[in-house]
């Protein structure tokens, strides 16, 4: 029986000088275990010992080159079977919407880092389930009026 494997995921939003939201998304390498060349969100496994906010931190700065901001609101756990190929894997997710888009380096496992319209980041389709994962986070944004 294969063990269940935690992991987090990021969703940041910054609007453009448009006023356009758009979410910052890593281009995952073509060496990566699943969905190589694909967007994703910026996350991947808790290390033990490590809070799953703690682990959001550290993957986004490993992941984008930036710093999260003081507060990361949570979004949901994602736990439905078969969400990524790699086994089964537990996720939790953190959303925060900023007040500037910073400039992201990719590095780690990411080959690129941008800030994508969102229409278009869930119009390209993204890796794993992010794509119900920045909905999810959109849908808790308006709920809270921003």
Do not use: K, N
Request: charged share 25%; aromatic share 6%.
């Amino acid at each position: 029986m294969d063990s269940i494997r935690y992991t987090v995921d990021v969703v940041l939003f910054a609007r453009d000088t448009d006023g356009l939201l758009r979410v910052l998304l890593i281009q995952r390498t073509h060496t990566s275990s699943a969905f190589p060349g694909c967007w994703a969100l910026p996350g991947g496994y808790v290390d033990p010992g490590e809070t799953p906010e703690d682990a959001a931190r550290r993957e986004l700065r490993e992941e984008t080159s930036l710093i999260a901001p003081d507060t990361l609101e949570w979004v949901g756990r994602y736990d439905t079977p078969g969400r990524d190929p790699r086994g089964h894997v537990v996720s939790t997710a953190y959303t925060a919407l900023l007040d500037h888009m910073s400039i992201p380096r990719a590095a780690d496992d990411a080959r690129a880092a941008d800030w994508i319209p969102v229409p278009l980041a869930i119009q390209r389709g993204l890796a794993f389930d992010h794509e119900t994962i920045v909905l999810d986070a959109l849908i808790g944004r308006d709920s809270e009026g921003t």
